[in-house]
């Protein structure tokens, strides 16, 4: 078992930066790959990004790329995505995922935890 717990979203005008986080415990964490999705309102949930357990891979929808980086810090369970010049359309909840895999995976049915998410509002 693995708990996800995310923080850091909130409001920012639009070309800001926010910088979530996603902290996490029970197993081993570096066993896991994680992956941010998000879900806008009446929306599909969508893929964000996605590192490798040891972190030296990662993968971005072509929608972030360039302006989101994913990390992560196996020391301190934790994995972040820094956002860069944040649209309106950014606005969604973004929710964290680990998978339990050696590879990187876009669709959500592969990832087996998920956290509750966090809220990110872009206004314009």
């Known amino acids: 078992q693995v708990q996800l717990v995310e923080s850091g979203g909130g409001l920012v005008q639009a070309g800001g930066s926010l910088r979530l986080s996603c902290a996490a415990s029970?197993?081993?964490?570096?066993?896991?790959?994680m992956g941010w999705f998000r879900q806008a309102p009446g929306k599909a949930r969508e893929f964000v990004a996605a590192i490798s357990r040891s972190g030296e891979g990662t993968i971005y929808a072509d929608s972030v790329k360039g302006r989101f980086t994913i990390s992560r810090d196996n020391a301190k369970n934790t994995v972040y995505l820094q956002m860069n010049s944040l649209k309106p359309e950014d606005t969604a909840v973004y929710t964290c995922?680990?998978?339990?895999?050696?590879?990187?995976?876009?669709?959500?049915?592969?990832?087996?935890?998920w956290g509750q998410g966090t809220q990110v509002t872009i206004s314009s």
């Open positions: 995922a680990a998978d339990f895999s050696s590879s990187l995976r876009l669709r959500p049915l592969e990832y087996d935890y």
């Open positions: 029970g197993r081993s964490f570096s066993v896991y790959a």
